[in-house]
T-cell receptor, first 113, second 115 residues
Framework: AQSVSQHNHHVILSEAASLELGCNYSYGGTVNLFWYVQYPGQHLQLLLKYFSGDPLVKGIKGFEAEFIKSKFSFNLRKPSVQWSDTAEYFCAVNGGGYNKLIFGAGTRLAVHP | DADVTQTPRNRITKTGKRIMLECSQTKGHDRMYWYRQDPGLGLRLIYYSFDVKDINKGEISDGYSVSRQAQAKFSLSLESAIPNQTALYFC??????????????FGEGSRLTVL
């Protein structure tokens, strides 16, 4: 069965630290990849997405993600986090012949001042 | 005002009660979805609708039903609520023509507690 794995369930960082959140999926073939973010008390919103082309995707608020097809990965990165990045981050994948959008379990990020 | 509005935002109920969660949207999107969020499990799809006459089961539809009353309204019902349906429920919409590759626009969530 298709699956999406987010390795880190909880991450705690200090402000200005670098961030990398892992996302791996089990599909083969063409995929569409997403990162959604849920700030405390708010609804989920799209952070960035990859459909095709340049595997390094830039999103809002300084986030970026790199699609590495050989590793079935779409890791989210930010060079220097801020307290306002405290949120839960969800990776989601569509494709590989599976006609739905599958979400990972989420990673809860806490950034301390 | 929110483009995707869910009511109620919080609800506490007892086992066996019938519960309806409502979703309305002003985005003009044809596609609407209901997801359930549980800690450590992420979001799981309950039902989805690509237009008013199209209703489809998702991954975890057992114990739930839906009604698409209009393009803008999509309701989720728990006919007889049970404690393991305690969760945060999200309604979402998306633009047609992009299949499952389209961006989802979420409501603010309905937190349901079943005692």
């Amino acid at each position: 069965a298709q699956s999406v794995s987010q390795h880190n369930h909880h991450v705690i960082l200090s402000e200005a630290a670098s961030l990398e959140l892992g996302c791996n999926y089990s599909y083969g073939g063409t995929v569409n990849l997403f990162w959604y973010v849920q700030y405390p008390g708010q609804h989920l919103q799209l952070l960035l997405k990859y459909f095709s082309g340049d595997p390094l995707v830039k999103g809002i608020k300084g986030f970026e993600a790199e699609f590495i097809k050989s590793k079935f990965s779409f890791n989210l990165r930010k060079p220097s986090v801020q307290w306002s990045d405290t949120a839960e981050y969800f990776c989601a994948v569509n494709g590989g012949g599976y006609n739905k959008l599958i979400f990972g379990a989420g990673t809860r990020l806490a950034v301390h001042p | 005002d929110a483009d995707v509005t869910q009511t109620p935002r919080n609800r506490i109920t007892k086992t066996g009660k019938r519960i309806m969660l409502e979703c309305s949207q002003t985005k003009g999107h044809d596609r609407m979805y209901w997801y359930r969020q549980d800690p450590g499990l992420g979001l799981r799809l309950i039902y989805y609708s690509f237009d008013v006459k199209d209703i489809n089961k998702g991954e975890i539809s057992d114990g739930y039903s839906v009604s698409r009353q209009a393009q803008a309204k999509f309701s989720l019902s728990l006919e007889s609520a049970i404690p393991n349906q305690t969760a945060l429920y999200f309604c979402a919409t998306s633009v047609p023509g992009q299949g499952w590759a389209g961006e989802l626009f979420f409501g603010e969530g309905s937190r349901l507690t079943v005692l």
